[in-house]
């Protein structure tokens, strides 16, 4: 029973390079979201997609690209790494509107 | 829009007290609220909702919260504290939901010690 799956656990980037992280879910859950953590600020969303095809915009999504090309993936990419992305990334799915959202183990990527 | 306060950014307990981690919010329409915990490097637990009916609401780990539509608080609430309780507590809502797309607003989290 894997959940929600991220990969890379640690990722160091340059400034100016650009990666993808990685998100899968095997509970067959219609919505599926990133959010950044960042000390004192919470978990702030950055996309999210209520299916596949389906993408939106979230709070902080400046910098980050998304796509839901099957129900279960649901990749962040970042075009061009600023220090300013350095942060832990949690990727989330949750199924039915009146249902808990389970998160992944996240990503802590810093950007020099 | 949809926003979430926790006032503390850490509460100190004693090992066998009560505690409470405080979280009020701001919708508007009814709200959807959640307890999460986080351990160190770890991802986020969920611990318990608040969806409709009682206003006490149980969860894992001996955590129960109640919800206050007067106050618009949703405070988290353990009879008696342990170590291993010690974590990052965030709070989060939901507001029913108008459209399908909306999603989790976190407050920025509570960090609980609890001390032997």
């Known amino acids: 029973n894997a959940g929600v799956t991220q990969t890379p656990k640690f990722q160091v980037l340059k400034t100016g390079q650009s990666m993808t992280l990685q998100c899968a879910q095997d509970m067959n859950h219609e919505y599926m979201s990133w959010y950044r953590q960042d000390p004192g600020m919470g978990l702030r969303l950055i996309h999210y997609?209520?299916?596949?095809?389906?993408?939106d915009q979230g709070e902080v999504p400046n910098g980050y690209n998304v796509s839901r090309s099957t129900t279960e993936d649901f990749p962040l990419r970042l075009l061009s790494a600023a220090p300013s992305q350095t942060s832990v990334y949690f990727c989330?799915?949750?199924?039915?509107?009146?249902?808990?959202?389970?998160f992944g183990q996240g990503t802590r990527l810093t950007v020099v | 829009a949809q926003s979430v306060a926790q006032p503390e950014d850490q509460v100190n307990v004693a090992e066998g007290n009560p505690l409470t981690v405080k979280c009020t919010y701001s919708v508007s329409g009814n709200p959807y609220l959640f307890w999460y915990v986080q351990y160190p490097n770890r991802g986020l637990q969920f611990l318990l909702k608040y969806i409709t009916g009682d206003n006490l609401v149980k969860g894992s780990y001996g955590f129960e919260a109640e919800f206050n539509k007067s106050q618009t608080s949703f405070h988290l609430k353990k009879p008696s504290a342990l170590v291993s309780d010690s974590a990052l507590y965030f709070c989060a809502v939901r507001d029913t939901p108008q459209n399908a797309g909306n999603m989790l607003t976190f407050g920025g989290g509570t960090r609980l010690m609890v001390k032997p």
């Open positions: 997609s209520v299916g596949a095809g389906i993408t």
């Open positions: 989330a799915s949750r199924g039915q509107l009146n249902t808990e959202a389970f």
